[in-house]
Nanobody, 126 residues
Framework: EVQLVESGGGLVQAGGSLRLSCAAS????????IGWFRQAPGKEREGVSC????????DYADSVKGRFTISSDNAKNTVYLQMNSLKPEDTAVYYC???????????????????WGQGTQVTVSS
């Protein structure tokens, strides 16, 4: 059974940091790109960052470049999203997702992602 389980969300003040984790199981980790998406109330789901499990390449949305860092521990089938200098507009439910063969590489588009976690809430207070 494919599973993606996010953790690490919470409430933080503006300027603070959080590290999200995405633990994957039930599929060959190296065959996928893992992405982080977020959805704020009343807004569409937005691609935040992704990483290729096979070669470690990364991609970021402009809104988070320089503040967020994605990384992968392939031995643990886990992807992390380190979020620094958080802003109130980063408040959202954060989801991780898996894209078989990285077919959507360079797009950060949710339509290419095959499996999804249930999300973790991140709230940044001003």
């Amino acid at each position: 059974e494919v599973q993606l389980v996010e953790s690490g969300g919470g409430l933080v003040q503006a300027g603070g940091s959080l590290r999200l984790s995405c633990a994957a199981s039930g599929f060959t980790f190296d065959d996928y790109a893992i992405g982080w998406f977020r959805q704020a109330p009343g807004k569409e789901r937005e691609g935040v960052s992704c990483i290729s499990s096979s070669d470690g390449s990364t991609d970021y949305a402009d809104s988070v470049k320089g503040r967020f860092t994605i990384s992968s521990d392939n031995a643990k089938n886990t992807v992390y999203l380190q979020m620094n200098s958080l802003k109130p507009e980063d408040t959202a439910v954060y989801y991780c997702a898996a894209d078989y063969g990285a077919t959507g590489w360079g797009t950060l588009s949710s339509i290419y992602y095959d499996y999804w976690g249930q999300g973790t809430q991140v709230t940044v207070s001003s």
